[in-house]
């Protein structure tokens, strides 16, 4: 039985930060669309909650493609 360790992939790095923009951007988006129909706020807790998951996807994906270390 071999183990193969897991090598660093810039493809699947490419595509968790892809996965953690959609997922930020659509999750704090509805959470920001149920906190505006709870207390009618309609729209500035959407797009506060766009804006968020917008930052949080670009900075992951900012940290995906410039590594702190310096491993690209």
Request: avoid cysteine; hydrophobic fraction near 50%.
């Amino acid at each position: 039985m071999t183990i193969v360790a897991r090598q660093s992939n810039p493809d699947r790095k490419s595509l968790v930060a892809a996965q953690t923009m959609a997922g930020a951007v659509l999750g704090l988006g509805l959470i920001g669309y149920l906190l505006d129909g709870k207390f009618d706020t309609a729209p500035y807790l959407l797009l506060a909650g766009l804006l968020i998951g917008l930052t949080v996807g670009f900075y992951d994906l900012w940290r995906a493609m410039f590594p702190p270390g310096g491993d690209v």
